[in-house]
């Protein structure tokens, strides 16, 4: 049996074995009667919020928050990566107030932006760059400061433009940190959203799940994660794809030199 093969059978097998601990669990009598519904419940449920269009607006108000601010966040750290990864000087003034506003939970700025923004999508997406903006910065930083010096003496020896610097040197050589980056800050903003809508918002998933919550819709709240969960991990598979094809291809290319 080929290695791939093992690694799906495994995969598999931790799936079914989960869902066995679940339906044990639930059927065992230690948690309150619906605080831990079945399985088939929790398909029924998913299967119902994928039948009602209201999930789909939601969905749609979700993403375009998550999108819009994920963008923004992540240009703006870019701009600010390229400062600090060019400049040792400006890096060591400004990386420790970044590393350490980095640290802090996102939520406690909520209340800010809720008065910045209002308390419509804008302060959503809002959050949302807030959320992106961090591991952006911090792995397209570390990419560009660790770039080997022959390959900046190399660009200055042909005299290259700052632009023909920035797409020929700077940009392949930290393809890998800044994909890992912009991986982290997808899921940053769709935390950030999520916790901003079950805060206080009329529209999107975050909405959907407290709403549910506070009806004791506990089959549907679970479903709805396990949606988020599905958008999130299809989201990540498709950055981790391609940025293993932008790693085959580098090598092949290395290799036809």
Known sequence: MSLARRVFWIKL???????????????SGLFYKGVLPSTWMVVQAIAGELADSGFYHDLGIT????????VAGAIIALLFALALGTNAYIRKMIEPYII?????????????????FGLGIESKMAKAALSAFFPIVLS??????????????????????RWQMLTKIYLPAVTNPLLTGLRLGVAMAIIGV????????????????????DQFKISSVYAIIVLVFAVSATINFTIVRLQQRLNRHERSRAGGV
């Open 13 to 27: 097998l931790t799936i079914l074995v989960l869902m066995g601990l679940w339906e044990g669990l639930s059927r």
């Open 140 to 161: 397209a930083t570390s990419g560009i400061a660790q770039i080997p010096l022959v390959l900046l003496r190399v660009g200055w020896g042909f005299d290259l433009s």
């Open 194 to 213: 999520l916790s901003a809508e079950i805060s206080y918002a009329t529209a999107g998933l975050g909405y959907r799940l407290i709403r549910n919550a």
């Open 63 to 70: 993403m375009l928050e998550t999108s819009v601010g994920f």
């Open 100 to 116: 350490a506003i980095g640290g802090t939970p996102k939520i406690i700025f909520l209340p800010i932006l809720f008065l910045i």
